[in-house]
């Protein structure tokens, strides 16, 4: 086997190594349960806290370069899959295979390029910690915000509601999305998942839009929390729509957990 040949299967064993194992849900519930039940919050405005998100930044950082490596063997993959179903496609017109074995490099293919778009999507995952771990690490050095303060930077922008604010809220702003801008509310992430279980970090209380503050949806979105009182905070990017980890962040800041 050649070097090349060998590499392919060694880089895919090494991130699977990475990823999380692929299991039932009804295996996950109790060891989940379980965690969350023990979950303390760490220390935040100190410098415990900032070397702690530090932490979190490079965590996400090496966690992404591996998506992003595994995303361009999976990208190659499919393009030999996509030439194998070209090939036969040829051959079947000219009846040299079977319509099945067609169809069995169709299923493969589509297969190769549904893991690409699982990658895909644990990439913006990432990029969405990234930027708020970044920003988070000003946040950290700021006095304790107070209550109903509002402050704005270049890079993030930080409400503290003056209401208590849980998920069970989390209907009515989806609603008054949906009416306003006839889509429903493009969620990237609803309380704690997997990804914040991986990372440690204490979501469970927050939810994540993938839009840009900046844009038309983002400053109505934070106008309409702000009236409701209800806490968020926002990220930016250097290039309004670039793809990156923009988003506003509905709910208390994220703080790593201790299990």
């Given amino acids: 086997m050649g070097a090349k040949a060998a590499f392919v299967p060694g880089v895919i064993a090494l991130m699977l190594c990475i990823l999380p194992a692929r299991t039932g849900a009804d295996d996950l519930k109790p060891k989940r349960a379980a965690q969350r039940s023990q979950l303390r919050p760490s220390a935040s405005g100190d410098a415990g806290a900032l070397r702690l998100n530090a932490d979190v930044l490079r965590t996400m950082t090496a966690y992404q370069e591996s998506l992003e490596k595994l995303r361009a063997v999976y990208e190659e993959d499919f393009r030999k899959r996509a030439e194998a179903v070209a090939e036969r496609s040829g051959l079947y017109a000219k009846g040299y295979v079977s319509r099945s074995e067609l169809e069995e490099a169709q ?149 790593r957990i201790i299990y």
Avoid: C
């Fill in 107 to 255: 299923r493969s293919m589509a297969e190769a390029e549904a893991r690409i778009k699982e990658i895909e999507a644990k990439i913006v995952e990432a990029r969405i910690g990234i930027a708020e771990a970044a920003a988070r690490a000003g946040v950290l050095k700021l006095p304790p915000a107070r209550s109903g303060e509002y402050k704005e930077t270049a890079t993030w922008i930080r409400y503290n509601g003056g209401r208590k604010w849980s998920l069970a809220e989390a209907s009515k702003i989806e609603k008054f999305f949906t009416r306003r801008f006839g889509r429903p509310l493009p969620v990237s992430a609803f309380g704690q998942t997997a990804f914040h279980d991986r990372m440690r970090l204490d979501h469970r209380d927050a939810i994540d839009v993938g839009v840009h503050p900046d844009s038309p949806e983002g400053r109505v979105l934070m106008d309409y929390l702000r009236r409701a009182g209800i806490p968020f905070m926002a990220f930016r990017t250097k290039a309004l729509g670039s793809a990156s980890g923009a988003h506003i962040h509905i709910g208390g800041p994220s703080v």
